[in-house]
């Protein structure tokens, strides 16, 4: 069961604004000092869950991660009663591990839907400044030294009054707001992690954006999804068919937002006839 966490690689494409970088070290250097609670809020895709592993990677810290979005029940991140040979024995999970391993990164992503509220009953006395919590099975759980935990949550427009996190739990965190990246960085973290030359990547910025910002059905297009166009071009798709794969998009609306916006006749062009042919070997190109 003792599987030592480990410290994860950095991303060597890893960009975050300058002022969040340094509040970042302001958090290592405080970590070591008091216990801290990091709640990292943003929308899909923006880099929230990367931002925790690059803190991890950079400060040399085991990471590990946990779902609390489906938790049910307060005790489930700690263990479970397991049937061996006719008898019950507690069987620890990875989370009392991680929280008395020194110096661990402890993220708990989804913090604000737990599928029951009860579930972060726990967490809550791990969370406060005694960080420590007693299970009848364990005894009492003291958190390491210099432990860092993170929350991720997904917020945006359309969670506001929904999935707020409740005030009481808000309140033990140091807040980091991530936002999408800008154009030109964007530009930059897909050519350098997917490879495309930089003016097909430029193209699928602009196009991305005029998305983003289209008047009458913005859409959120997330970096992750940029990253899959990007990714599916790398691997020799055309800029309209990764694109058309990669939002969650209707194909006549996608259609008429591109048309829209007026984009270079060759875009528009290289639309494959609707044929259909089996799928059931190896692609005959
Ligand atoms: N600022 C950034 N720099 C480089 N890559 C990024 C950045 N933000 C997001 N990404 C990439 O986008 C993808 C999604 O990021 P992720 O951290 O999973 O988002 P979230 O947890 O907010 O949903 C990852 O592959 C990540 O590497
Ligand atoms: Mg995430």
Known sequence: MNKSLEIPVVDPFFYIDAETRIMLNYFETMSHKNPINILVTGKQGSG??????????????????????????????????????????YRPF?????????????HLEEINR??????????????????????DE???????????IFATMNEGEEFVGTEMLDP????????????????????????QKTGVDRERVREIVNIVNKIRGHSET?????????????EMVAAGASIREAITYSLQMDREQLEAILLALHLE?????????CKYILFTGELDL
């Open 114 to 135: 737990p599928e029951h509220p009860k579930a972060l009953n726990m967490l809550f006395s791990v969370l406060a400044d005694d960080r420590s919590v007693w299970i």
């Open 48 to 89: 929230k869950s990367s931002l925790v592993r690059q803190f991890a990677a950079v400060y040399q810290r085991p990471m590990a991660t946990f779902q609390v979005g489906i938790l049910s029940e307060p005790g489930q991140l700690f263990g479970e009663h397991a049937l061996v040979d006719g008898a019950t024995h």
């Open 265 to 273: 006749k060759g875009l528009l062009d290289d639309r494959k006839t």
């Open 218 to 230: 913005p859409l959120d297009v997330s970096t992750r999804t940029s990253l899959m166009i990007a």
């Open 94 to 106: 990875l989370f009392p591990q991680a929280l008395q391993t020194p110096g661990c990164v402890i």
């Open 168 to 191: 009481a739990l808000r309140d033990r965190f140091y807040t980091i707001l991530m936002d999408y990246i800008p154009a030109d960085v964007e530009i930059e973290v897909l050519v």
């Open 138 to 148: 364990m005894g009492l759980i003291k958190v390491a030294k210099g432990v860092v």
